[in-house]
């Protein structure tokens, strides 16, 4: 399978989404009522508090937690504006995939996982989220990353 890029600008652009793109990431998670309201907490938070804190709460959270411990994911430019997001980080961070049933670890390598992607509307269908995941993958890799699982 090729990974053709062809509808989307020439440049386009990726970084670790760290605060001080807060107001990127937020145009990208404002930009999808689900996102804006979970911002990346579905897969990190025990369910209720995921959805107890659903909106605002969920969004000081994450923006805490970025603050305080590092991306939880990449964010992508299309010509200088905000246009992705890919949440990627340890599977040990993600609360939900620790204590899933379903989601088992299956090995011992140390694994990271792909749980969100964001795309705003006017970026979408032009291949992005494939060229996100790529962008991941690299983010990932240079963190130390052996393992991928999405």
Same mark, same amino acid.
Request: aromatic letters at 14%; glycine letters at 8%.
């Given at each position: ?7 989307? =600008? ?5 970084? !670790? ?17 689900? &996102?804006? *309201?979970?911002?990346? &907490?579905?897969?990190?938070? !025990? ?5 107890? *804190?659903?909106?605002? =709460? ?8 970025? +603050?305080?411990?590092? =991306? ?17 980080? =340890? +599977? ?17 390598? !140390? ?12 970026? +979408? ?14 983010? &990932?890799?240079?963190?130390? &990353? ?5």
């Amino acid at each position: 399978m090729s990974l053709e890029y062809d509808l989307l =600008p020439k440049s386009i652009e990726c970084y !670790p989404a760290s605060i001080i793109r807060k107001r990127d990431i937020e145009k990208i998670f404002d930009d999808c009522v689900d &996102a804006g *309201n979970c911002y990346c &907490a579905f897969w990190h938070l !025990p369910k209720k508090i995921c959805e107890d *804190n659903w909106g605002e =709460p969920n969004r000081r959270w994450f923006f805490n937690t970025v +603050r305080n411990y590092g =991306p939880l994911g990449i964010i992508a430019y299309s010509n200088g504006e905000p246009a992705g997001w890919c949440g990627i980080a =340890p +599977r040990g961070k993600y609360d939900r995939l620790r204590r899933s049933r379903f989601f088992s670890i299956v090995d011992d390598c !140390p694994v990271w996982s792909v749980t969100c992607f964001v795309v705003r509307k006017k970026f +979408r269908r032009q291949g992005l989220s494939r060229l996100l995941l790529r962008e991941a993958i690299v983010f &990932a890799q240079s963190q130390g &990353a052996e393992c991928i699982e999405g």
